[in-house]
């Protein structure tokens, strides 16, 4: 439909009406009170335009001239090294990084609705010159050619970061999170059932080797001596041997005149038959998918027949509250002002195992090494806590991470518990616990433990001298004899240097910064971006496509940045009022969660007249009936409520 108005620069009127319709039209207005008809602006779609640049359109602070501007920087020779020349000429790299990157960033992650935006998004469509890949083409490049250049294109976006001042590398806020794999959740492979099986396969093994002896022996074979546990190719071999006795048969059966004869030896080749073809069909295909399965497992406990390098895990998206396990990979993520600084991807699901090997491939990168480490207690760890003090000379990084119990200890409860040794009274030099009926816990013998990962723990065990007797017994200890104790004075001590470090009122505020720096960052990738599964299979690709949006996260917050200083400048230019809220660390609820509490609560507001700046601070709780927030203003009320009658007319 058309509105075809003729428009001046004054006004606009309605075209003129034939004459034979003007009396109607009079005698309609006259009976609706002279109202005026409905005027429109000018509309019509098939008119044809001309734009010289659609880039006009599109606004300074548009996340796609980010990404336009951070790609445009980066070095030709790291993107052009992942093509080696001649044929056809292919579509330009940074092109193709643009529309990627700007999709991620529109939450569009398949490849055909990439392909679709190059013909509907007008930013797509100015970012890629008007060109259009096709939908293999952008799989192929995002797939294939990203895989050499990802981590140097993502340490350049930090570098860049570095450089303008949005990071410091002063505080490294890590954490992991759970990620569903492209996979059927229902293709899982356990290693536990895997070896069960093939416990089982080896003793049918054995049990079928026994028959072909008895065989064998029946027939004057002479097959050697045959390993306990033979492989593919011993078994192979066996079934060779026994096939030549069978053509051995089937030329006695061919000469055989006697029916009875006959029937014996058939019987025999039969017997013969069934075992090679036990052997061929059943031992050897199973003997080698089953070291197949445990090769791809490696140290892992399962894996996805769709994915094989992603791990069955525990996912906090559990709709069917069963605990179900899903394949995923656990990602390592760290932040800095809520900009992602480095991350890995691990396909274990435990945080503690995963902090050495994120930090040597963060010391590999061209990144620098931040000063202190923030992280929460599942990375406290002794193995961790050492790598991280590394040389007393030269320590690898401070730390901010308590160690598993150290909430706990902060409770009443713990410290009154009397059977905790912690609690008890130790004795230095008899190096002995006393425990609470005054009995003597000395020292035993030293024990080490190893973990899953091979690290060594060194225990010194001490024992009480007799709890015959000791009416408290059964409230101190389950064991039917002495009531031991599993010290383990190296970790004690880091635990101390951890807490102490937690414990410093500057370092609070910093530690309290980690659950909204790191968490607000996986908050906006699965939440705003909607990224909660990967779209690509197998470990490296899924490398490719986490920094692919990881690189659009920290571009959608430049961009906000931009917006914001944007909306600053028109208002200094314009003068009109507009609400500008920031955040300040303000009150600690140390006695009700054990750690301080950043809250938005600081609202400034400023006018080009009359600069009116209303600060609203909320106040510490305390025992007191008032319990309300105090506003506290800078100017009188009356200046106050002046400028809020103003606002009312806006």
């Known amino acids: 439909m058309r509105n075809p108005t003729i428009a001046s620069t004054d006004y606009t009127m309605q075209p003129p009406l034939p004459s034979g319709e003007l009396l109607e039209h009079e005698t309609a207005v006259s009976t609706q009170g002279r109202r005026p008809a409905p005027a429109f602006k000018p509309y019509d779609p098939t008119q044809a335009l001309s734009i010289p640049d659609i880039g006009a359109l599109i606004p300074d602070h548009h996340v796609a001239r980010v990404v336009d501007q951070l790609v445009e920087a980066f070095p030709d020779e790291v993107l052009t090294a992942c093509y080696p020349g001649g044929g056809r000429p292919p579509f330009h790299p940074k092109l193709m990084l643009k529309v990627i990157l700007y999709a991620y960033s529109q939450k569009v992650y398949s490849c055909r609705g990439i392909a679709t935006m190059l013909h509907e998004d007008l930013p797509a469509i100015w970012l890629a010159a008007m060109q259009k890949p096709d939908f293999r083409t952008i799989n192929h490049f995002r797939s294939v050619r990203m895989g050499a250049v990802i981590d140097q294109l993502f340490e350049f976006t930090v570098l860049e970061l570095h450089r303008q001042g949005f990071v410091e590398f002063e505080n490294y806020f890590l954490d992991g999170t759970k990620m569903e794999a492209d996979a059927n959740k229902y293709s899982f492979v356990f290693r536990k059932a895997v070896t069960g099986r093939e416990a089982k396969l080896k003793i049918r093994i054995q049990e079928t080797l026994q028959e072909i002896q008895e065989i064998a022996k029946a027939e004057g074979l002479e097959l050697g001596q045959l390993a306990e546990e033979p492989a593919a190719a011993e078994l192979a071999s066996i079934a060779n041997q026994l096939e030549d006795q069978m053509d051995i048969l089937t030329d006695l059966i061919a000469e055989e005149e006697i029916v009875e004869n006959r029937k014996g030896l058939r019987k025999r080749h039969s017997l013969l038959k ?197 009416p408290l017994k059964e409230s101190c200890t389950k064991a039917k004899g002495n009531r031991q104790v599993h010290w383990n004075p190296v970790y004690e001590e880091l635990k101390m240097k951890a807490k102490e470090a937690l414990e410093c009122e500057d370092r609070k505020l910093v530690y309290a910064r980690r659950k909204i720096e790191v968490e607000t960052g996986f908050g906006d990738i699965k939440g705003n971006l909607a990224f909660r599964r990967f779209h690509l299979r197998g470990l490296q690709k899924v490398h490719i496509e986490f920094g692919l949006i990881a690189m659009a996260h920290n571009f959608r917050k430049v961009a906000g940045f931009l917006r914001s200083l944007s909306e600053k400048a028109n208002f200094k230019k314009t003068g009109r009022e507009q609400p500008i809220g920031y955040s300040l660390p303000v009150f600690n609820l140390g006695g009700l969660f054990g750690q301080p509490l950043f809250v938005f609560s600081d609202l400034a507001v400023q006018t080009a007249n009359d600069r009116v700046i209303e600060f609203l601070v909320v106040h510490r709780f305390n025992n007191s009936d008032d319990r309300h927030d105090k506003a506290h203003r800078c100017k009188h009320d009356q200046q106050w409520n002046a400028y809020q009658e103003k606002r009312k007319y806006e």
Not at 278 to 303: D, H, K, M, W
């Open 274 to 470: 069934k075992k090679v073809k036990l052997i061929r069909e059943n031992f050897i295909p199973r003997q080698e998918t089953y070291a197949e399965q445990l090769a791809v497992c490696g140290e892992r406990n399962s894996f996805s027949k769709t994915d094989p390098d992603a791990t069955f895990m525990r996912m906090k998206e559990d709709h069917m509250k069963n605990g179900q396990l899903k394949p995923g990979y656990n990602i390592q993520m760290a932040t800095e002002n809520q900009f992602v600084l480095f991350y890995t991807i691990h396909q274990r699901p435990g945080d503690a195992r995963c902090l050495i090997p994120h930090l040597e491939e963060l010391q590999a990168s061209a990144l620098p090494m931040p000063k202190t480490i923030v992280a929460d207690a599942g990375y406290g760890s002794e193995e961790n806590y050492l790598y991280l003090i590394g040389d007393e000379k030269e320590p690898l990084a401070g730390f901010l991470i308590p160690y598993g119990t150290y909430l706990k200890e902060q409770t009443k409860k713990f410290k009154n518990n009397e059977w905790n040794a912690k609690n008890w009274t130790y004795e230095e030099a008899d190096d002995r616990f006393i425990c609470p009926n005054g009995r003597r816990v000395v020292f035993k013998k030293y024990q080490e433990k190893k973990n899953a990962s091979g690290f060594v723990q060194s225990y010194r065990i001490y024992e009480c001298e007799d709890c015959t007797g000791c």
